[in-house]
């Protein structure tokens, strides 16, 4: 059985690991003020990307975690589950935790992507649109032609979404100020 306990800071969260005998190694820590969830132990973690008094740890594989912490696989995926169950963000290291009790909305994931492959896509799309705009020649009124022109508006929306990211998740909430 998983154990959930909840604080007003990630101070008396961090305090509670070592001086109350209730919370033990691998229950879960929800210090909801702070939007923080944490896992006990006597170095206690934060699975969401703020932390406050809990540790931090480096972005690692998911057998490196489990190698060098203390914590199993059920307590992590228990931990996580409960910080997208609360909706707060998960550093992406430990999203390979998340179960099917709860499924990931474009907002709790963050794709990370590089200037170039921002332009590597974007240079296949167009190859793609050009490659669909010659096979449309002269069928714009047949059923192929009117596949054709929706497949290349989706690639153009495609195109769009890429050169202007911040649009594509409009109801991602808005960055902390």
Do not use: W
Not at 16 to 39: K, M, N, S, T, Y
């Amino acid at each position: 059985m998983h154990r959930v306990h909840h604080f007003t800071s990630t101070r008396l969260a961090y305090d509670a690991c070592f001086d109350d005998p209730h919370v033990r190694e691998g229950d879960v820590l929800v210090i909801a003020r702070e939007q923080i969830v944490g896992l006990a132990s006597s170095d206690p973690i934060a699975v969401t990307t703020g932390h406050g008094y809990l540790r931090t740890i480096p972005a690692m594989s998911r057998d490196t975690l489990l190698g060098e912490l203390a914590h199993d696989t059920a307590q992590l995926s228990h931990a996580v589950h409960e910080a997208l169950r609360h909706h707060y963000p998960v550093a992406a290291h430990y999203l390979s935790f998340a179960t099917s009790q709860h499924r990931l909305l474009a907002g709790e994931t963050i794709a990370v992507l590089t200037a170039d492959d921002l332009l590597v896509t974007s240079d296949a799309i167009e190859r793609r649109i050009a490659n669909l705009r010659e096979r449309m020649e002269g069928k714009e009124q047949e059923s192929e032609g009117l596949f054709l022109a929706d497949a290349i508006r989706r690639l153009e929306t495609a195109r769009g979404k890429l050169a202007n990211p911040a649009r594509t998740h409009p109801a991602a909430p808005p960055p902390p100020r």
